[in-house]
């Protein structure tokens, strides 16, 4: 059995498609093709992942246009699970970055004029919510856990989540065609992105069409990653068109937090 048997299960299950993060849909340069072990793909499928447009980033695996899991985030993931709460509209993965209080080294690599005053901005917006996670830039360290890294693309970035170790993801690309909208821009792909890397979902995973104009939502709330509501934020239907978080920007978008983005990662962090 080839991916044709795999495309035609899920959408036999029905599977929720995630779509693209933030204008994300263009893959960086560095993925290649090739065959993936067909129980791969079943496991996939039955995380409640759309497998149909799988790809691989060295030995990583790019599923639905951002999201990166590891090999060793998919051993770890566990069968489907009911979590308790209301659908909110702050949402966070199963896996989050424990160890607090921690400090977060961010190395920025070969950045240079906005992309490097972008992370700066970045990091100092992070570092202003005083949280237990407090980020450290160092373009020169030999183990960061966290590497910034330039691609060529649309505007728009790719991460992932953390893999259930504790530690954030380790790298987040940032499309080199991001800078034509200015270093406001580039420093709110840089902060969502960061988010992803600590396990924040899309604001409006439920409802894309909500920052994008169109699409519907991208699933895996109990499956997967999971989408878990962070209590003390808003049920579906108030809908925060500022947040960093939200699934695409516009050229207005800023990087600063909303009220209720600073309210999950707090309640997080």
């Given at each position: 059995m080839k991916k044709i048997f795999i495309k035609i299960t899920v959408a036999i299950l029905a599977i929720f498609i995630i779509a693209a993060c933030a204008k994300e849909n263009t893959a960086p340069e560095v993925l290649t093709d090739y065959d993936i072990p067909e129980e791969t793909l079943i496991r996939f499928v039955e995380l409640g992942f759309d497998v149909s447009d799988i790809k691989m980033v060295g030995e990583n695996y790019l599923l639905e246009g951002d999201i990166i899991i590891t090999p060793k985030a998919l051993a770890n993931m566990t069968d489907p699970i009911i979590v308790p709460g209301p659908r909110g509209e702050q949402f966070h993965t199963f896996n989050l970055v424990t160890?607090?209080?921690?400090?977060?080294?961010?190395?920025?690599?070969?950045?240079?004029?906005?992309?490097?005053?972008?992370?700066?901005?970045?990091?100092?917006?992070?570092?202003?919510?005083?949280?237990?996670?407090?980020?450290?830039?160092?373009d020169n360290a030999s183990n960061p856990d966290i590497t910034v890294n330039l691609s060529g693309g649309s505007a728009g970035g790719v991460a992932g989540f953390p893999d259930g170790s504790g530690d954030p993801y380790p790298s987040a690309t940032i499309f080199r065609s991001t800078k034509k909208f200015g270093t406001a821009v580039v420093t709110h792909v840089m902060t969502h992105e960061i988010g992803h890397c600590i396990g924040l979902r899309h604001?409006?995973?439920?409802?894309?069409s909500y920052s994008c104009g169109s699409g519907?939502?991208?699933?895996?709330?109990?499956?997967?990653?999971?989408?878990?509501?962070?209590?003390g934020t808003p049920n579906v239907g108030s809908y925060s068109p500022g947040s960093v978080?939200?699934?695409?920007?516009n050229s207005g978008s800023t990087g600063a937090w909303t009220g209720d983005d600073q309210t999950a990662l707090d309640f997080l962090y």
């Open positions: 160890g607090l209080p921690r400090v977060i080294t961010v190395k920025g690599r070969n950045l240079n004029g906005s992309f490097s005053t972008a992370l700066n901005n970045t990091i100092a917006s992070y570092n202003n919510l005083g949280l237990d996670l407090t980020f450290v830039r160092n604001t409006d995973w439920f409802n894309r519907g939502s991208e699933g895996q709330q109990t499956t997967g990653v999971g989408a878990v509501h962070i209590p978080m939200n699934s695409c920007f």
